[in-house]
């Protein structure tokens, strides 16, 4: 059974889609980030709808990882071979693995992004039902880890695809703010690229389609190029790996760099890492979505990267 989309009764002109990364996440798992994001909101979320992307159901495709057997070896060691590092390349590319072997089950990309295309139809209908028009709604998605990944693709293909009505032109749909905390849709795009026809469904793929990584949009019949978004933003840490960042040195090939993208880059410190193998060591429960051993400060997460950009957050929602 699909996932049933939040619906929000609308008190203003804007509306937030929270959307999280890798996990078995239900509603209530992730109170304390939105409790965060109203933080650095202010008085200003009480006349925020503020959504919460939960496609737990569709998350029961996790057993498959088991069954991608060589697949997914494949993936680590196309990964494993551009991290130039003899001490932790194994180890990381071994971690970044649960960031990327959903991307090779097709079925779970296309499970996702059918259950991310109805929540933002529920988004858009809500604001249409509270007397606000399409072209005048306020849409700000903030995603994290993987939930970048479902995002992108998303947005590429609603901008594209005329029979979900989320077009920048034809229909209006158009996000003031898509912020990206942690990353991975480069380091994504270059692995899928050297394994090539591997990936399944390929064509649907849209991290690699294209000279680069670029903002979604549509060009209308006229040949103007009308843009999904107006504001992207990339928020990663100098010790996060999914982000494209290994122990403060930044690897291009991993790092997503769009033409027109607002990069920011946090300076980050966890007092008990002071290695690069302790650092990678470290890092495997945190991607995997358990309980970090990193301590006083978790580089991959998601509440610290909100806290962090409270009042970036508060200017490009609330103006």
Avoid at 251 to 271: L, P, R, Y
Avoid at 279 to 285: C, I, T
């Amino acid at each position: 059974m699909a996932p049933e989309p939040q619906s929000l009764t609308w008190t203003s002109d804007r509306a937030v889609l929270l959307v999280h990364g890798i996990g078995n996440a239900q509603p209530g798992d992730y109170k304390e980030l939105k409790a965060g994001v109203e933080a650095a909101l202010g008085p200003g979320a009480a006349d925020t709808a503020i959504y919460q992307l939960f496609y737990d159901q569709v998350n029961d495709w996790f057993a498959a990882k088991s069954q991608l057997g060589t697949l997914l070896t494949q993936a680590i060691s196309a990964l494993s071979g551009k991290i130039a590092d003899p001490d932790v390349g194994d180890s990381i590319a071994d971690t970044i693995g649960d960031v990327l072997w959903p991307v090779l089950v097709a079925d779970a990309r296309a499970a996702v992004r059918e259950a991310y295309l109805a929540q933002l139809k529920q988004v858009v209908a809500d604001g249409n039902a509270a007397g606000i028009r399409t072209r005048d709604q306020k849409l700000t998605i903030i995603c994290h880890s993987l939930g970048c990944f479902h995002t992108y693709e998303v947005l590429h293909h609603a901008a594209v695809t005329a029979s979900h009505r989320l077009r920048p032109a034809s229909e209006g749909v158009r996000f003031a703010n898509v912020v990206f905390m942690a990353s991975p849709v480069q380091l994504i795009r270059t692995v899928a690229e050297a394994m090539g026809s591997l990936v399944p469904n390929r064509r649907w793929l849209y991290a690699v389609q294209g000279d680069t990584l670029s903002i979604p949009g549509e060009t209308t019949v006229s040949g103007r190029r009308v843009s999904s978004v107006d504001r992207w933003v990339s928020i990663t840490g100098k010790l996060d790996p999914v982000g494209g960042w290994f122990f403060r040195n930044k690897a291009e090939w991993a790092s997503m760099n769009i033409e027109g993208q607002e990069t920011f880059i946090d300076e980050q410190n966890a007092f008990n890492v002071t290695t690069r193998k302790e650092w990678a060591a470290a890092l495997k429960p945190v991607i995997s979505g358990g309980k970090p051993k990193i301590t006083p400060t978790n580089p991959h997460s998601w509440e610290v990267y909100v806290a962090n950009h409270a009042t970036q957050l508060n200017e490009w929602v609330l103006t």
